[in-house]
């Protein structure tokens, strides 16, 4: 039975609706996993909502107000913004296999204790954290930092696309450094070892039909339904 992944989605305006890159949903299912969308909903639904899900996939999207990890000017979070960062610290109350890329990365590390860099430009990152290529293309090299991120991939240096204009400032403490751009700006974090599957990528992968990130969400999200029904049978 595949697991089930909840992944977040983008609010379309003009449209008045939700809307999400088709991408995201062909990876996990090329990896095994049942991608089930989660629109914005009120903070208080956030157990509710992950009660039957084995895993988390954060997407990409705009900027976070720096107010939501305690910084100026203000500027009222969106209730995506809530809702994720609701999502997720309730994901990782429960150890749920949690997948952030590129916005989402940068959710996690929030969500955790962490802050942001809120515009790379001014504070001198490198243009091409921002490129203007294709999203199929890549644009710079990250050096991958720690040996589980290397297992994944199987190298120890990658190329990948760029498009955030907010990068990882302070990492939260529940985090590793996994990753790093040849700037210096942290470009992927991990969970600590034994404190359930976390990874964030502040690349987008599944532009890519990059996959090792997406196998490793839907391995964990197994692992995790193993237990939840080992659980289940042990209480009945």
Known sequence: MRPRIGITCSTDAAYAGYQLRKDYCRCLLRCGGLPLLLPDLPEALAEEALDGLEGLLLSGGGDFPPQCYGEEPFQPPTERDLWEL?????????????????????????????????????????????????????????????????????????WVNSFHHQGLGRLAPGLLPAAQAPDGLCEAVLSREGEGFALGLQWHPEALQELPPFLALVEAARAYAKKKQAHFHKFR
Request: proline residues 4%.
């Open 86 to 158: 609701a999502l997720l610290r309730t994901a990782r109350r429960r150890s749920l296999p949690i997948l952030g890329i590129c916005r989402g990365c940068q959710a996690l590390n929030i969500a955790l204790g962490g802050d942001l860099i809120s515009d790379l430009p001014r504070a001198g990152g490198h243009g091409w954290h921002q490129q203007q290529q294709a999203r199929q293309q890549r644009s710079h090299t990250v050096q991958l930092l720690h040996p589980r991120l290397q297992q994944l991939y199987g190298q120890k240096q990658l």
